[in-house]
């Protein structure tokens, strides 16, 4: 097996000639000592590296992190910061590069071999992995709740601002490449950290405790595979969180209100669905509504987060697509995309950092059957034909409201008789089957198949079922909601 190759950055020639032998001992290559960081690109160039060992202050015209940038942006190599300065500026320009670890000198021998054997088993994940948890990151900000995303060794990669308030670094420090444990109450750093755990507490900077609880959960690609995991969290007294309950209630029973009845999407459609919302307050809606006898909108919404905010934006959200469907336009019908894209610019129009939502929104129409979807961010739609096997939908398209264009993918098809559309959340997927949304939905499939003669009330109802067999109402930690869309089987 080829051994993996290191490049040292240090400018000073003993201190470098002890990494190299302690990276020898590792098994590692050396092939190159580089003392500038002018000579950096260079040296990568040559010999393409597996991972750059970095010293911050070295000779040359630019320092390391200016170095690390440009290696980052070339090559996208892993970086490992060392150096004796842990001074605000200092982490902070670090930190912006987004580095795969900072040691401090002096280090030993033990803490510089996890360290990189943790930096090559990220880089080894693939640049999918690397790719999805960037992504992550302008959702991470967006996201009004306090949250950090880790990855796959969970080392950080990114903390929001309200994170970082919270646990108290200021200005320009960041939390990025530090372990994840150090800020989990009760866990040792050699610890595994266990998605799903429960409650935990966090601690912050200095030590005290800060929230009352934290949630650890895995982050995943579209494809299904983990590529990471995120921590939110929150401080809330028991009154506070009762009191929030109780307004809750309220908003929910309202969210619920929206759910389509058998003909709420107007002649040639039948509807059906269902919202078991969370106790803290739901963000999602389900609707269908005709529009000019002609077509019907139909569309499934999760807003990020739980409580007040999420619902009101949610209603916001709710009233837009409305308006936004009934404006004339020249030439005919707005599409699928029209509309998504349309609600986007209205949403984000506005000052200041809103929750992101996802949704999947179609429009068909009532002569021809046809349809046409858009899908962003969402879960897949599955399409369940009166003869035939069932069929994931999934047009591609990022979460709404971060603002810019939202590029979403426009799929069409077409309802015959008996044929029906689903929409469902991710909180849907988890609760009934302990399911992610980018995960393969053959369990969900199989059943669909099963309970596809079923009127579309009562497949509705035997799917809100599934959730209810496994939790209570009360025990649900995420909204589940479910829109089913079709055309009669009798004659058109």
């Keep these: 097996m080829k051994k993996e190759s290191i490049l040292v950055v240090e400018d000073e020639p003993l201190v470098a000639l002890e990494i190299k032998e302690d990276l020898e001992g590792f098994g590692y290559v050396v092939p190159e000592i580089v003392n500038s ?12 590296p597996a991972l750059v060992l970095m010293d ?3 000779g040359g015209k630019i320092d390391g992190i200016d170095a690390a940038s440009l290696l980052k942006a070339e090559f996208d190599l892993p970086v490992i910061f060392l150096t004796a300065y842990s001074d605000t500026v200092t982490l902070g320009r670090a930190a912006a590069t987004g580095p795969d670890a900072y040691l401090l000198k002096p280090f030993d021998q033990r803490e510089l071999a996890a360290n990189i054997a943790l930096a090559l088993a990220k880089s080894r994940a693939g640049p999918s992995a690397r790719a999805g948890l960037r992504d992550s990151m302008a959702l991470l900000d967006a996201l009004g709740q306090a949250a950090i995303l880790a990855d796959l060794a969970n080392v950080i990669v990114h903390a929001n ?12 420090a960041r ?18 950290l266990v998605p799903g755990a429960g409650e935990l507490g966090i601690r912050g900077a200095d030590g005290r405790l800060i929230a009352e609880y934290g949630r650890l959960e895995d982050l995943l690609h579209e494809d299904g595979t983990r590529i990471g995991s995120l921590l939110t969290f929150e401080s809330m007294s028991p009154d506070e969180r009762r009191h929030l309950e109780r307004s809750a209630e309220t908003v929910n029973r309202d969210l619920e209100s929206l759910v389509p009845a058998h003909d709420s999407a107007g002649p040639g459609f039948e509807a059906g669905g269902f919202l078991l919302p969370c106790s803290s307050g739901s963000g999602d809606i389900v609707e269908a509504f005709g529009l000019d006898g002609l077509r019907a909108v139909f569309y499934g919404l ?8 999420a619902s009101l934006v949610a209603f916001s959200i709710h009233t837009m697509i409305r308006d936004l469907a009934g404006e004339p336009r020249d030439g005919g019908a707005h599409s699928a995309s029209t509309l998504v894209k349309k609600l986007n610019e209205r949403y984000t129009g506005g000052a200041g950092t809103r929750p992101f939502f996802t949704m999947t929104l179609g429009v068909a129409d009532s ?9 962003a961010g969402h879960p897949p739609a599955l399409l369940i034909p009166h003869d035939g096997a069932c069929r994931e939908l999934r047009p591609k398209g990022r979460a709404l409201g971060l603002g810019g264009d939202p590029a979403v993918e426009e799929i069409g098809g077409f309802l015959g008789a008996g044929d029906r559309l ?22 969900l499939i199989a059943c669909l198949e099963e309970l596809r003669a079923l009127p579309i009330g009562d497949l509705a109802a035997s799917l809100r079922a599934l959730v209810l067999d496994r939790h209570s109402r009360a025990a649900l ?10 055309r009669p089987l009798q004659a058109l």
């Design 37 to 48: 960081g002018e000579d950096v690109l260079d040296a990568a160039r040559r010999v393409t």
């Design 56 to 58: 911050v202050r070295i």
């Design 161 to 172: 601002e309200a994170a970082m308030g919270l646990l108290g670094f200021e200005g320009e």
């Design 175 to 192: 939390l990025a490449g530090m372990p994840l444990s150090r800020f989990i109450d009760g866990v040792q750093r050699t610890e595994r």
């Design 302 to 309: 999760d807003v990020a987060g739980h409580g007040g905010l």
């Design 367 to 375: 002569g021809t059957g046809e349809f046409l979807l858009v899908r």
């Design 422 to 443: 689903l929409l469902v959340s991710d909180g849907f997927l988890e609760a009934a089957f302990g399911l992610e949304s980018g995960a393969d939905l053959g369990g």
């Design 477 to 486: 930690r995420d909204d589940a909601s479910l829109l089913l869309i079709g």
